[in-house]
């Protein structure tokens, strides 16, 4: 009989190499990791507990005859405990398995791919969203130019005084700390603050971009005087923020206007063409005094 019993269970010991399973346990049993787990462990750790309270049960199906030891060492040698052991863990990933292809089958299931491309797509209307409200914020820094009598008179005299054409606002800006500083020796005009940048032809634009490039303008001050001295228009990024400036002599002009360009003071800049100038020419009028 116990010749029997170890000859029906060596076919059994057969069958179980044969079938896939054992060559997936195989294949686990290979490439354990340091901490002794087997991979079924390591992908289906929830099933370690399960597993524990029931691995007597299954040794026992397997076993037979708990009384023959003989029989017992010949079964753990030749890997069934093991084999029962990786038997369940694979039977929990498979059903792991086919239950996240069910959900992705009914569309509750969404692939890493998928989440991937709507996180990007997600990411870029964001940044088209803080785009537009970054244009959006540079249109409401265009103020309303304010138009009264001293903007009137001033372009009054430029055409019958000056003999000047195309008259353009430029900017509206107020007169800060940093433009009546003699330190700094220049008046600033944000690019996102300009009324337009038409006053300025495409070749005098494409100029001023190159390096340590300037234009000499002249400068007609707020009592319509013209400043004797020649200013230089340049391009500069201060702060990180484009500006067309004027300079050199800027100190002197704001000398001769101290009554006038005051700090706080709200100021607009227009700029003018002559027959017999290359080169643009502007205006500040003081349209409102500060306080």
Known sequence: MAAERVKTKSRRMRDLAASPSAAFTASTSQAKPQDSRTISELCYPHASAVYENNHNNTL??????EDDDNDKYYMQERGVVNY???QFYFQKIQELVNRKFELFTRGELVLDDETDEEEDDTENKQRNKASSSKAVNKLKKKIKPISNDITKRLKEHITHEQNGTNIMLVIQKKLFKSDLAANQNRLTMPYNQLQTIDFLTEQEREYLLTAESNIDVSLLGP??????????????AINSTQSYILRTGWNNFVQENKNDLKQEAIIQVWSYRKVDHNNPCFAIAVVKRAD
């Open 60 to 65: 026992a199906d397997v076993d037979e005859d």
């Open 84 to 86: 029962a052991k990786e």
């Open 223 to 236: 009592t319509l005087q013209m400043f004797t001295k020649k200013m230089k228009l340049v391009r500069w």
